[in-house]
């Protein structure tokens, strides 16, 4: 009899341990869907600041045309494209406001400063949700890599979730002047 | 917005963790937040009304050294209290690989939690051995923040897990006291703040490259703040150089501003174990200009060297010469003050605060990592 009670007990255990790590699962794909949501919003108010700057005649005409026009294409790009126009947007930024000097000359006008200070919080937030982002779905890749969620297909059909790479360093004079 | 921290040592040993934690809340209050803290310590303690205790924390041996920390079923019970009365739509937990108040408010947190690591440590076997429980600790926090790149690879490295950077911060102006006459000398005023009998603050490197800085400038003289054994450090000094040399034990907050503001460099010839260098960033917010070991985190703090001098670490030559350098170039030391005043913003509550809370919400957008475990709750 003994060896029956020991089975039912086994058994039970491994059923808890399994729906437990099925509800994980669950829960942190629900999480990896609101991260990804944060990510986007954090890259629109970063394009949108952008915009604000460009079109506030801080910077010369050619400069705040460039700016305007990366920033709107990270707005409009769509799907695969996305990560690459946010790539490119940062790219543009370091161009104009790498250097600390630079950035503090402009700042020497207070509603300047203002709209630039805006931006460099919100080049960082992006930094961050993304990082954050990634750190969710990198855990949930390890989950989903142990064994028994793969034999016996925890996960149901949810897609392997993905890392968003893409470059969103902050501007080096942005970083380092702000005031 | 209401926000609990836990702080994972006592509230009335002084250290850079509680400190920040102190200047962090105050800032959160000024602003309308609502804030909790809840640290190791005894209820008759003198604390201010904000900070929930747990009791006297144990010292154990504990990762190569000894730490003061919190744990147990009593502990336990009262972080739980703390967490289901403080209603918190965030909690921030400090320190969380080390075995106390973070760790146990991260397993028993039912809402989004935040952890910011401070140390750059070693790998050790308590790490090692304790990995698997940190993973699944860390596994719950919906934001990681690390305050230095040293700090930040601590985690990567040891742990697992990334983080996001966001600096130390001070109250810049506090730091912008007058000057005291009688620190002040015709040919220059040198600083050095530290432990006196810890190595790797690196007085010694200093003391060895007074000589060749004093023969250079006879009037100048050198301040050193902190408590160790002056007698025996003094009698190191050769006698001719000795009298320049001035001791002033531990100093105040007050005194420690007004001697930063004293002086024409403030000196860092640290060798090494500095993770962050806030007292860089305080001599910048009272505007000595700042000469340091070129270590990461140093480098990092002047920004590669745009708002103060670095030379090779533990190479006392190669100091002499860059503070005499500075001495004798008033124009030099003027615009290291003048990119420093701006630079140091970086890092004043006001700014790191915004950054902060920029990532509590970012949390509590993303959610809560699951509860580990279950049980009722009381």
Known sequence: ?179 | MKIGIACPYAWDIPGGVQIHIRDFAEELLRRGYSVSVIAPGDDDDDLPPYVTTVGRPVAIPYNGSVARVSFGPRVAARVRRWLVDGDFDVVHVHEPASMSLGMLATWWADVPVVATSHSAQRRSRAMSAAQGILQSAFEKLTAHIAVSEEARRTLVHHIGGDAVLIPNGLYVDRFAVPPRPQWRSPDGTLSFLGRLDEQRKGLQVLLEAWPTIHDAFPQARLLVAGRGDIEQIQQGIAPEHRDTVEFLGGVSDEDKAAMLASSDIYVAPHIGGESFGIVLAEAMAAGAPVLASDLEAFRAVLDDGRLGALVPVGDADALARRAIEMLGDPELRERYRQAASVGVRRYDWSNVTDEVLAVYEMAIAVGAGGRTFRLPRR
């Open chain 1, 1 to 179: 009899m003994e060896w029956l009670f020991i089975v039912i007990a086994v058994l039970v255990a491994l059923g808890v341990y399994l729906s437990w790590t099925a509800g994980r699962l669950d829960r942190r794909h629900a999480r990896i869907d609101k991260s990804r949501a944060v990510l986007e919003a954090e890259f629109l108010r970063r394009s949108g600041c952008v915009l604000d700057v460009a079109s506030s005649g801080l910077l010369d005409p050619a400069t705040s045309v460039i700016l305007a026009d990366a920033a709107s294409r990270a707005r409009t790009a769509s799907g695969s494209e996305r990560d690459q126009a946010e790539s490119d947007l940062t790219a543009v930024l370091t161009a104009v406001f790498d250097d600390p000097d630079d950035v503090a000359e402009l700042r020497s006008d207070p509603s300047a400063a203002a709209a630039l200070d805006e931006l460099a919080m919100a080049c960082r937030r992006a930094a961050h949700a993304r990082r954050f982002h990634n750190e969710l779905v990198l855990g949930a890749v390890r989950l989903r890599r142990k064994v028994l969620v793969r034999w016996l297909r925890l996960a149901g059909y949810a897609p392997m979730p993905e890392t968003v790479e893409l470059d969103d360093r902050v501007p080096h004079g942005l970083d380092a002047a702000r005031n």
